[in-house]
């Protein structure tokens, strides 16, 4: 996550300076960091989820660079104030698994890291984050900022303490995917030379339908300060463009709650300033973002990140594009455009199969009229192919069902 606003500040820079630079009629160039220094970058997040915990280090990056270097080698443990110490094992290039499962308590716990250099660095002393976990989460009809419709997903917290309280969120929505040309009838190479294929039929439907899964990767935080007796009423997680394919079938969206204190909310406020336009340019420097965690080596030395300790809730949802509007059709496309072929020669035809890049439609196409080309303009063999995405899902998400999914 923070990883993620880094990037988007180094982007939104190049942007903003080839903009200025094309405006001004100067000649291009490309901006190369001169001074620079390799920050450790710490995403930590301890919760009360009985589970295997886990830390990813990294390093900050030039402009000039595409993204971020994993720390790794590095030696992770969490000590909290019993004497208890969890031990991280790389698992993965900078993401530090714990080699047992445990989950936090109302202690304190102490992060340190070593790095493979001899670099040592720790937090101070975080407590467990507790509160009311998410109450509701719903779906409404919106305009965002930029006027365009669609679908707020919002969440509800009734803080039963009435205390002020920090949060988190994170979400990981599914969508279905319906192959718009699947056919149980495929085309399949009979001999290389000479050149021949036969259709064939296969009972199986595997390739219509898929689902596809992805993390959120943004900063959302919010508070109950200055909202009266704790309650966060339609709190905006998600919003989703009415055309976007993602709704077009069925969706659903898991919404994760961190309950975190009041220093980790004040640090993540300060971070997603540097990603937006408005603070690009400002005074804000990186050295006063300033985290929980801290070199034991140099207390000059600049560390970017925040040891959180998080009581954690989450709430699922599904719906349908016709939950939400029912006053137009979704004018939504499929994500991979949909091109066909009708190849008169068939060693293009064994071609394309061998490497997979179209599929079987029909052998019986329809001819073009004055007012509608179903295929466009193909040739004309005796069967139409169109590219695989369409025709097969499965080249670029799942089959298989996930366990949470509710038709």
């Known amino acids: 996550m923070i990883k993620n606003i880094i990037k988007h500040y180094k982007s939104l820079f190049v942007f903003l ?47 000039e660079e595409d993204g971020a270097k994993s720390e790794e080698g590095a030696t992770v443990t969490i000590l909290d104030d019993l004497n208890n110490e969890y031990s991280f094992s790389e698992l993965e290039s900078g993401e530090y698994v714990s080699n047992m499962a445990f989950k936090a308590e109302n202690i304190a716990y102490v992060l340190h890291i070593k790095t493979a250099k001899g670099k040592e660095y720790k937090s101070t002393p975080s407590f467990l984050s507790t509160g009311s976990g998410i109450d509701k989460v719903s779906v409404k009809k919106t305009t965002n ?7 707020s997903i919002m969440v509800d917290v009734n803080e039963a303490s009435g205390e002020v309280k920090y949060y988190r969120y994170e979400y990981e929505e599914t969508h279905k995917i319906i192959a718009p040309w699947f056919r149980k009838r495929k ?6 030379e000479p050149p021949q294929i036969k259709i064939e039929y296969f009972n199986d439907e595997t390739g219509k339908v898929c689902f596809s899964t992805k993390k959120s990767n943004s900063l959302i935080i919010g508070s109950t300060e200055e909202l009266s007796a704790g309650q966060l009423v339609n ?20 919404v994760k709650q961190y309950i975190i204190s ?3 909310h004040t640090f993540y406020q300060t971070l997603e300033n540097f990603s937006s336009s408005e603070g690009l340019f400002s005074q ?19 560390v970017v990140g925040f040891f959180e300790v998080s009581s954690v809730s989450s709430k699922r949802i599904f719906f349908e594009y016709k939950d939400i509007f029912t006053d137009k059709s979704s004018t939504a496309k499929y994500p991979y455009s949909c091109s066909f072929i009708a190849p008169a020669d068939a060693r293009k035809v064994i071609e394309i199969l061998k490497n997979n890049s179209y599929t079987w439609v029909t052998d019986e196409p329809e001819p073009c009229t004055n007012e509608f080309c179903p295929y466009g303009d193909i040739e004309n063999g005796p069967n139409v192919y169109v590219k695989v995405e369409c025709g097969d899902c499965t080249v670029f998400s799942s089959s298989i069902v996930p366990d949470f999914w509710e038709d």
């Open 262 to 264: 009041r220093e980790a």
């Open 187 to 192: 085309a399949v190479i009979v001999s290389e």
């Open 284 to 302: 804000i420097q990186p050295g006063l973002l300033k985290g929980n965690i801290e070199s034991i080596n140099d207390e000059n030395e600049k």
């Open 17 to 63: 300076l080839a903009t200025f630079l094309l405006a001004g009629c100067i000649e291009e160039f490309s901006p190369v960091t001169k001074d620079y220094d390799s920050i450790l970058v710490v995403e930590a997040v301890l919760t009360d989820e009985y589970k295997y915990q886990k830390i990813k280090l990294s390093r900050t990056f030039k402009f």
């Open 235 to 254: 709190f905006p997680v998600r919003f989703i463009d009415r055309n976007d394919y993602k709704i077009l079938n069925r969706y659903t969206v898991l």
């Open 145 to 151: 900022s930029n006027l365009e419709e669609g679908v």
